[in-house]
């Protein structure tokens, strides 16, 4: 009922940027909040940020400063832009879409991924 595509990744330079886009599909009424998720190898996944509909944002302190997550409500589109890419931010990162309110009901959804490889 709702499918998350996501874009965007790839491999840059540690110091390089990179700005990922996730775009909602589907029979949507609305999405109350946006996020975007990170699993690097041998570890679990983590939260990196999240936005919600009224634009309140959280981030994990490893990101803070550098990446920075918007929306466009109008699109059901979030992005992720990352600056000052580090080595250890190379990972799968996903994107979420929570509580998201449909014709027949409410539900999350996840994207299928998109790596990011920071690496000289």
């Known amino acids: 009922q709702v499918q998350l595509v996501e874009s965007g990744g790839g491999l840059v330079q540690p110091g390089g940027s990179l700005r990922l886009s996730c775009a909602a599909s589907?029979?949507?009424?609305?999405?109350?909040?946006m996020g975007w998720y990170r699993q690097a190898p041998g570890k679990e996944r983590e939260l990196v940020a999240g936005?919600?509909?009224?634009?309140?944002?959280n981030y994990a302190d490893s990101v803070k400063g550098r990446f920075t997550i918007s929306r466009d409500n109008a699109k059901n589109t979030v992005y992720l832009q990352m600056n000052s890419l580090k080595p250890e931010d190379t990972a799968v990162y996903y994107c979420?879409?929570?509580?998201?309110?449909?014709?027949?009901?409410?539900?999350?959804?996840w994207g299928q991924g998109t790596l990011v490889t920071v690496s000289s």
């Open positions: 589907g029979s949507i009424l609305s999405i109350y909040a």
């Open positions: 979420h879409a929570d509580n998201v309110v449909v014709t027949t009901g409410v539900l999350d959804a």
């Open positions: 936005i919600t509909s009224g634009s309140s944002t």
